[in-house]
């Protein structure tokens, strides 16, 4: 029996060996063409997805799309060697194989929609230009090997040109959203000269020209602005100016719809080959690419005798030739019906009544997607996610899931609605004018305004007194604990919903998303707020268990609502102790179950405002939004419009167009 088995089991790997040499090429090449469809389609879109599942898709895609690519162009020039299988077979398709050389540097050249997956990426542009010399030398070996004089023979330059100009495309888009590259570009411009501020009005305002127009060159002109914002280069009061006239004109939805527009520009900026696809040079680039697909295409199908090459090989082959250039036309339709191209168009378009300019708008209010971010705000709760993990924290641990991971699965997402947006946008109007209206005091009263926390409010409704043991005189992420689960008890207790108790809630939820999911976009001060996260989490629980009435077992409100209506004997011990003096136990204050008890006693004391509370609760939660903005790194921000991108980052932008920013001071010209 042990004789039999070692006679026949060599037969299979040689049977699977010839199956494998015999499709490995075939498949390489499908594959990489698949995931450039994957990453055009979807490159772009994560800008306004927040979900989890398109940043893995893409992220994969990403990865994968040049490792197969570079492995494919390996394969093909070993196969030129005769060292796959049955060399006849080889030898009879090497030409045809070899054609497919330059579509695998089509695809490391990538899709217009995704050069960089993060920031980091675009600094690797040096790597790029490495394997573009690499790659294209192995390719153009392929090409040298199987030369035949044949017409197959002669198209293959178009394609290798091809090739060669999108991967070399590609290291240009990332060489120039490379910082060192953007700070180099825009510290070589004279400080006034370097924004245009006649662009903003430039569009003829005839009747068929919509007024989405006017939003595009103003939001342009911002997005000038902001590339020296996110490169912490520092712009004039009179710039300070004009990004203020703009904004403060604006209703809080359009201003809104501004800041999209803008941040549309920054991601393609620093994500996309938009740098070099919306230039002179890149259209040109770009014609010459769908011109070169378009003729091997045409001189592959009419004038190539495929009669003696595989069947398999030549339906791959039409399928690379369909492909590479149904994505160019893809790329062109993007190009066509960009923001980028509306502003080239709008600019330099005299008539108000343009045949091609009103074809485009019709065109692309059909079929282009007007969405440039997700328009949604995460939410995290404490007390409802310790309740809701509780029937899962054994299965957890039994499969090795630490809390760290659990607590992504308790994010739920609300739709950022136009009173919210009013409410954040009064607020930061109100400041803005006021530095306006004081810009000889600029950097004091600045300073003041921009390191308010809650204070601010509190001392103008003459508070501040009441509350000044939950705001200033804790960290920021302390009071934010605080008055989380104070807003949150206060929210389920009362029985009459109006829209700022609505609001207090989704900022509150969205704040504590931001502590215990993002941290990185808080202030850098603060401690470890994942370990205080679980640790909140499992007082919440305790403190429930002892309380009674089997709580785990009723619905999050009543759970909610007998926190709050706890004993104040039952806590006395804890709110006793002074807010404002110093521990006798190091951290005491800052540990879970002083914050647990803080919330409960902020609770009761904004109960005790009646009419007034929701207006001090909403207010306070925008300013803390204010503040956190304010005090996150530019770079943060930029890394969250790859994800969907966040309220914080509107809020930051309008924050500095308003003038609540440090990077605006007096520039003396020579």
């Not at 490159?43 to 990403?62: A, D, E």
């Not at 001189?299 to 069947?311: G, L, M, N, Y």
């Not at 709580?551 to 804890?574: H, I, V, W």
């Amino acid at each position: 029996m042990w004789r039999s088995m070692t006679i026949k089991m060599p037969h299979f790997p040689g049977q699977l060996k010839k199956l494998w040499s015999k499709w490995e090429i075939v498949g390489m090449v499908l594959s990489s063409l698949f995931l450039q469809i994957l990453l055009i389609m979807f490159g772009s879109r994560r800008k306004r997805i927040t979900r989890i599942w398109i940043r893995i898709l893409v992220w994969s895609s990403y990865l994968l799309a040049d490792m197969v690519a570079t492995v494919a162009l390996g394969v093909l020039s070993r196969s030129q060697l005769g060292e796959m299988g049955d060399i006849q077979f080889a030898e009879e398709n090497s030409s045809l194989r070899a054609f497919w050389a330059p579509f695998l540097l089509v695809h490391l050249g990538g899709p217009d929609t995704i050069t960089a997956f993060s920031i980091e990426d675009n600094e690797l542009w040096l790597r790029h230009l490495l394997n573009l010399l690499v790659q294209g030398s192995v390719a153009f070996y392929v090409v040298l090997q199987s030369w035949d004089f044949s017409v197959l023979s002669f198209i293959t330059i178009f394609m290798l040109f091809s090739g060669i100009a999108k991967y070399g495309e590609r290291t240009w888009a990332l060489r120039s959203s490379s910082t060192e590259n953007i700070r180099n570009s825009l510290l070589s411009t004279p400080p006034r000269l370097r924004l245009d501020t006649k662009s903003i009005m430039v569009v003829p305002r005839g009747h068929h020209i919509p007024d989405q127009t006017n939003y595009l060159h103003q939001a342009y002109y911002l997005f000038k602005m902001s590339l020296y914002l996110f490169e912490n280069l520092i712009l004039s009061l009179t710039e300070l100016k004009d990004s203020h006239s703009i904004i403060s004109c604006q209703s809080s939805k359009d201003a809104f719809k501004l800041v999209d527009l803008e941040l549309g520009f920054i991601f393609d900026r620093l994500y996309t080959k938009a740098p070099i696809v919306y230039s002179r040079k890149g259209v040109f680039l770009r014609f010459l690419t769908f011109s070169s697909s378009f003729i091997t295409l045409v001189s592959f199908s009419f004038f190539v005798d495929k009669h003696r090459c595989s069947p398999i090989n030549v339906a791959t082959t039409y399928l690379l030739l369909a492909g590479a250039l149904g994505l160019e036309v893809y790329a062109m339709l993007q190009l066509v019906f960009s923001d980028w191209t509306m502003i080239w168009l709008t600019r330099f378009t005299s008539t108000p009544s343009n045949p091609i300019g009103n074809a485009i708008y019709s065109l692309r209010a059909y079929f282009a997607n007007e969405k440039r971010w997700s328009g949604s705000m995460a939410q995290c709760n404490l007390i409802s996610s310790s309740f809701a993990i509780k029937t899962i924290k054994s299965l957890s641990k039994f499969m090795g899931i630490d809390q760290e991971t659990l607590k992504h699965l308790h994010v739920s997402w609300e739709h950022t609605n136009d009173n919210l947006k009013d409410l954040i946008f009064e607020n930061l109007l109100e400041k803005g004018n006021e530095i306006i209206e004081h810009l000889q005091d600029k950097e004091n009263r600045r300073t003041r305004l921009l390191a308010q926390r809650g204070d601010g409010v509190l001392e103008k409704m003459k508070r501040l007194e009441e509350f000044r043991w939950c705001t200033t005189s804790v960290e920021f992420n302390q009071s934010l604990f605080i008055w989380h689960i104070a807003t949150d008890l206060c929210y389920y207790v009362d029985q009459k919903f109006h829209s700022k108790q609505r609001m207090s809630k989704l900022l509150s939820d969205y704040m504590f998303y931001l502590l215990v999911v993002k941290p990185n976009m808080l202030p850098k001060r603060i401690s470890d707020s994942g370990s205080r996260y679980r640790d909140a989490s499992d007082e919440v629980e305790r403190f429930f268990q002892v309380r009674k009435k089997e709580p785990s077992n009723g619905t999050a409100r009543e759970a909610r609502m007998t926190l709050f209506q706890a004993k104040q004997e039952e806590l006395e011990d804890a709110i006793a102790i002074p807010i404002d003096t110093t521990p006798t136990i190091p951290g005491a204050y800052g540990s879970s179950k002083y914050l647990l008890v803080h919330g409960c006693k902020l609770a009761q004391q904004l109960q005790k405002l009646e009419a007034e509370k929701w207006k001090v609760i909403s207010e306070v939660w925008v300013e803390m939004l204010t503040y956190a903005a304010g005090h996150c790194e530019w770079r943060d921000h930029a890394q969250q419009l790859k994800s969907g991108g966040e309220l914080l980052t509107h809020v930051r932008l309008l924050m500095a167009h308003l003038g609540l920013s440090q990077q605006y001071q007096e520039i003396l010209l020579s």
